[in-house]
């Protein structure tokens, strides 16, 4: 086990058991060595990443803003426990233009960079990443953005410029699967359900468009 992964597989654990309950569909999907990108839907600030490291048999690392830090502490233990966890950090310039953020704004450009390089370092190294393409969840305690429980975020770009980069300069090809996550409340808890689908491959820049737009439909319905 990595150094670092202990704690944070433990604090999954422990929400998991709390306050979920997880089953997996399409399990057979995940590669059982070398990396993949886990395209996730963003649901709940914090049970999603406890279900995905909890349920899923190879324990992936998470790339997470944080923006959302609102003092000088809160940032210092978000960036010691993402590093001791070996999980790449961004920021979010639409999250900081909100105001209330421990990070200024003229760092988003270095996080953002650092945490794409970082991110492509891990699908080198055969890692399993989970990336939230929406950016935002739907239960979220520093800035919903969402109507309603129901509602998506456009998928942003960046997912696809993470595995680009991964993939320059040899003939790795990361495979991108489309995760779906649904929550459905069972009294005090929630049954989250794990969907994952068939990987999808970046092959060139021109058809970026069209397999964003491919990823975002597949999470969606993988999601209800």
Known sequence: MKPGAFGPRLIARYYAARDLRVSIEGGEYL???GPALLACRHFHHLYDGAALIDALPRKPAVMVALDWAKDATTRRVMELACKLADWP???RADGLAAGSSAF???ETFGYVRRGLAHGADLLRRGELLVVFPEAYPTID???ARKSDEQAFLPFRGGVLTLVSLAQRGDALRVPILP????YVREGRRWHVTIRLDAPRYLEGRAER????ADLATRVRALSA
């Open 31 to 33: 590669p059982r060595r």
């Open 89 to 91: 950090v961004v920021l």
């Open 104 to 106: 200024a704004p003229d």
């Open 141 to 143: 305690p520093a800035a």
């Open 179 to 182: 995760v779906g996550l649904s």
């Open 209 to 212: 468009g069209a397999l964003l």
